[in-house]
């Protein structure tokens, strides 16, 4: 027994050990029984019809949220109604049932730490329906926090069935409503959750609460993410986000734009995710935040490619470049001219992006990003030995070679060395 433990608790605990010794005693005796009978029958040569088979009452082991299998909890008072002293002084018991229950956690006696926890949940019970429950969730994510799957599989059916028992009986509160779904969403049941937010929508809308029915869509759009639903997602923002649209509602309608965006980008659907952005993108402007533009308009021009757009992709990272350059943001600007340039020199455009090359070693230069023109000088060298000028070439990969030196990049300048000598043997140099 644990040495903290009050004369009550004790005597508690030997209570239960006490009935489950007495169920043991009963038991014994009828199980010897029953085979000394199966055995007088059988001699006698009449055939033997088994009886019935009546399962046994679940034991507190098995069911550890029905009071009536445990002695009387000295901790919860008698009587119907509890007044609000005895509520309080449940209330700060039952919290030191379960700060006790961290302190074996930390000693690595988790068992003896969940039947203090299921003690607790027991005496939940007489603090009403949302007091349970919400003690239900807390509790289940500490189970699965600590991969007590049994105990989360035991704590989600109770949650299930006091579900069950309170849609029989009445319409439950939004309060209610909303801590099944949290407690769900605690134990993982994604699927549960996400019926039960359902559920808060379609009683919002009845009732015309838009608050309401936005918080239940905003939790829906985040379940379904997790369970990577993106279709049922998109849906779900692309509702919110025409809502704070017309509410005027500028921050969420940034917020939604965002969700949208990655969503259609996760989802690979590069034309939606196109029109998601350029409108994030209008919204970053209206708001006076133009240092959040030129990422978005990089992603949109890599939105353009997946659709083989090359012209509009073209001039999503030229714009890209523009304002990031204009707003001193140099880093983004480099990456808009290096997809720029790629893009030309992919699409066989190579005086182009040579030109492009040149005006980023520039911009790299002045953010002192030398690895970064080490790359660029390369690429410049290759463009110049594919137009047969390799002069230019071999100039471009000395600089290449200096930078991979000061940086003490021996692979790489290894191999600018083999590209210098094979350059150089072949003009005779």
Known sequence: MHPSLSPGDRQYFLGVKSALLLVWLMVIPALIGGAFHIQSVQAQGTPYIPPPITPPPLSPSENPFDPSLFPTDPLIPSGETLTPLQRRRLIEALDALEAEALVLDQAGQG?????????????????????EVEALGRIGAIAWEQGRNQDVMAIGQRLEDLQLSLTREKAMSPELLTAFAKAY???????????????????????????????????????YLAKFNYPAAAEVYETLLARATNARNSYYEGIYLQKLGEIYKQSAQPDNAIRIKEQLVQRRLQDGKPELVPDIQIAIGDHYLELEQAENASQAY????????????LSTAAIALDKLGDLYLFSEQANYALEIYKQLLQVQQQSYNYYGMMITYEKIAQLYINAQQPSAALTAYQQALSLARSLKYSTKENNILNQIQTISGGTGS
């Open 185 to 223: 969403g605690q134990l993982h049941s994604l699927d549960a959750a996400i019926a039960v937010y359902q559920q808060m929508r379609r009683e919002a809308q009845q009732q015309g609460d838009y608050r309401r029915e936005n918080q239940a869509l905003s939790m829906l759009g985040e379940l």
């Open 111 to 131: 068992d003896q730490a969940f039947q203090l926890r299921y003690r607790s949940l027991r005496g939940r019970q007489r603090l009403g329906d949302l007091a």
């Open 318 to 329: 030229q714009k890209a470049y523009t304002l990031a350059w204009s707003i001193k943001q």
